[in-house]
């Protein structure tokens, strides 16, 4: 009962973690990147840096050359299916911010609970291509688990071990010139590897803590004349990275990034970062890394009925290559009639093509 006491319904607020998207974003996902196929596979061409050798004498011969080598890699893509439930009697709950005195119209419910529900099973599709672009640079490899911690998917790209190298001293003790002489050989190995220039550094926060809080290191930074690097103030820039500046180390010049984005880890239930806070990826920005979305069919739906006649209003595929991501959608009766399923799924695979482009220091023994 209302009784004397007057009440204003005000707008409801709905807390929800909006995805971050930088490292999946640096993976690009061209239109001929989206398929209906069951597998994928690329043809991968490798050269080295050879030089001409002489002849001398214009009578010898033509010193022959062989065709550049290439390899071919096939890779099946892991498949990612949610579905939500709503029975009749939802029909009649009062949506957040709704008044409670106006009678619910049933059908505009069902569009808004799909579409609110739709909208989490994305964001949760979108953290876990997340979580396989940093399983990638981190490790080369890709293990994606349950909630008991079982493996259900796993690949293993097969990088070189010496992309994946731990810092001889760790970095809460190291000096300044061990710190930067970690990078720098790593970033040798990524040049000689890779046929490319390094030029990006993604720290987790406790390596880059220990990286400008040495003494030499801020040393280095000072001497602006010499112009050796700058520590530029946070600034919030790709999806969620923050740009921290640039550094020049060796033969290279680096623009310097972190990464606070994180996840709730399926098996333990803890917040974890996607950049384990004590690794630093080297990689080359030109590095060519690819975003892949297999199609999801659905004969109900190629023979425009079930989720089309129940739900017009959903589309039944949201693509979207410039934002690297293709959702297939879903909706379907239970057989009494009284419950609705609608279900989002997505086959995505993170590849790093460009394998030698890129690395990862650990600096925490």
Known sequence: MSGLTTKRMLKAYIQMASPVLFLSGLFRSPPENFHTSEEIEIDIVRSDEDVSIVIQDLSTGYRMNSEDIYTNKGFKPPIHKEALPLNSYDLMQRMPGQNPFESPDFRANIILRMFNGMTKIEAKIRRAIELQASQVLQTGQLTLTDSAGVALYTLDYKPKATHFPTAGTSWATATGLQKLGDISALAEVIRNDGLDTPDQLIMGVDAFENFISDTAIQARFDIRRID???????????????????????????????????????????????????????????????????????????????????????PGRVSNAEGGMDLFTNAWLSQDGEALFGGVGARPLMIPTAIDTFGCLNTQL
Not at 230 to 248: D, F, K, L
Not at 293 to 305: Q, R, S
Request: glycine content about 18%; aromatic content about 10%.
């Open 228 to 314: 050796l690097g700058t520590i530029a103030p946070m600034a919030m820039q790709g999806n969620g990275g923050s740009y921290r500046g640039i550094v020049e180390i060796g033969n290279y010049r680096y623009d310097v990034w972190t990464y606070g984005g994180r996840y709730k880890h399926p098996a333990t239930g803890v917040k974890t970062q996607f950049i384990d806070p004590g690794k630093i990826v080297v990689r080359c920005s030109s590095g060519r890394m690819d975003a892949t979305f297999g199609a999801i069919p659905n004969i109900g739906v190629l023979m425009g009925g079930q989720a089309t006649n129940l739900l017009p209003e959903l």
